[in-house]
Structure formats: structure tokens, C-alpha cells
């Protein structure tokens, strides 16, 4: 069963605290994406990952940080730095860096306390 | 420039009507115009893509029809029924950075009525 993993499904965090969302993919994808989701807003992205040990900033990186040690992973960590963190989070893939269609994993709602 | 704006905010069809939603756009680089379907609390699903060499795509209820000179994409739900009832969002992409970036419009909530 090919697919994204997210997790947990929600996640609560105390202010201050660093936080790391899971993503997997068992779809043999070269590419990853973490997008942010908020009320009323487009989905707006925050890292991509075209290869392994490579990642590149988004439109909204401040906060955040990633990491890519290998193809089927691409954790994120909310930082302490992220003024406003709570909202969806969401991780995405595609086949590689010349592919456009990207599928979505189910999502990581975060709720700073 | 970078822009998707998605119209209308919300819908509401009754069961068996046409839903349209519509959204434009201002760079004319973009060229990949996919639509996704999100229920509450789930990632976003696929539902139907096309490509500005086309002006029409058909899958099923779902079609996209696109004015490449206008800038602009429709979704129309033929035949709407209260399962289709869900956010629905528009994306533009284009190669940036090496990579295909998605614009996302702010999406459309659509009911249905049974």
C-alpha cells in the first residue's frame, strides 16, 4: 500500500518548546515538500527536498528546519523561533524534480499552548 | 504576480446542480494548473489536472476548463452530490529553483444538499 505517513495526527506544544513532525513516503519519490495550512489561506510553502542530503528553502522557512538523511523521510522541527505555529501541517511528494503532480500525506495539526 | 485568486469563497449547490469555481492567474510561466479536494482534518487529493495547451479536460463529473488568453481555470462539478461536499483548491506551477512550485489559491468550500 503506497503512501504518506504523517506523524502524530495532532501534536501539542508548550511555548518555547521545539517540536518534530514526521513524514514518510514509501513511494520511492526523489521529491519532498512541507507546506503550512492556515484558515482561510492557501496551502504556502515552508521546505522542499529535491534529493537526499539536499533541501531548499520555501517561501516561509523562518522557524522551521528539515532534514533529508534519507529518501523515504523529511522530518520537520518547529522551532521556538516560529512566532505563530499552530496550524496544518502538511507533507507532500512527487516522483522527482522534472514530475509536477504532487500527493499529499494526511496532515499534522499542531496547537502551540 | 506570483497570485492564484480562487472565487467564490464558499458554495452552496443543491444535489444535482453544477458546481463552478473558479480562479486566475498573472504569470504566464505557470503551466500546470492541478485542483485539489480536501475533507476536513485529511491532505488534499488530486482530482483533476491539465496544461495550457489544452483548453478542456474531462474526467468523469469533474472538468476543467482553461483561457490561456484570460488567465484563467474553472472547475465544474456536473451533476453535484453531498459527498462532493469538501474544500476545494486551485494551484498554479512552474519550475522555480529547480523544482515545481505550487501558488495555491485560498480555496472554496463547497456544500451540497441532500
Known amino acids: 500500500d503506497g503512501g504518506i505517513t504523517q506523524s502524530p495526527k495532532y501534536l501539542f506544544r508548550k511555548e518555547g518548546q521545539n517540536v518534530t513532525l514526521s513524514c514518510e513516503q514509501n513511494?520511492?519519490?526523489?521529491?519532498m515538500y512541507w507546506y503550512r495550512q492556515d484558515p482561510g489561506q492557501g496551502l504556502r510553502l515552508i521546505y522542499y527536498s529535491q534529493i537526499v542530503n539536499d533541501f531548499q528553502k520555501g517561501d516561509i522557512a523562518e522557524g522551521y528546519s528539515v532534514s533529508r538523511e534519507k529518501k523515504e523521510s523529511f522530518p520537520l522541527t518547529v522551532t521556538s523561533a516560529q512566532k505563530n505555529p499552530t496550524a496544518f501541517y502538511l507533507c507532500?511528494?512527487?516522483?522527482?524534480?522534472?514530475?509536477?503532480?504532487?500527493?499529499f500525506g494526511p496532515g499534522t495539526r499542531l496547537t502551540v499552548l | 504576480q506570483q497570485q492564484v485568486k480562487q472565487s467564490p469563497q464558499s458554495l452552496i449547490v443543491q444535489k444535482g446542480g453544477i458546481s463552478i469555481i473558479n480562479c486566475a492567474y498573472e504569470n504566464t510561466a505557470f503551466d500546470y494548473f492541478p485542483w485539489y479536494q480536501q475533507f476536513p482534518g485529511k491532505g488534499p487529493a488530486l482530482l483533476i489536472a491539465?496544461?495550457?495547451?489544452?483548453s478542456e479536460k474531462k474526467e468523469g463529473r469533474f472538468t476543467i476548463s482553461f483561457n490561456k488568453s484570460a488567465k484563467q481555470f474553472s472547475l465544474h462539478i456536473m451533476d453535484s452530490q453531498p459527498g462532493d461536499s469538501a474544500t476545494y483548491f486551485c494551484?498554479?506551477?512552474?519550475?522555480?529553483?529547480?523544482?515545481?512550485?505550487?501558488?495555491f489559491g485560498t480555496g472554496t468550500r463547497l456544500k451540497v444538499l441532500a
Open positions: 494551484a498554479a506551477s512552474n519550475l522555480w529553483r529547480g523544482t515545481y512550485k505550487y501558488i
Open positions: 513511494l520511492n519519490h526523489d521529491a
Open positions: 507532500a511528494s512527487s516522483r522527482d524534480r522534472d514530475y509536477n503532480e504532487q500527493f
Open positions: 491539465i496544461r495550457p495547451d489544452v
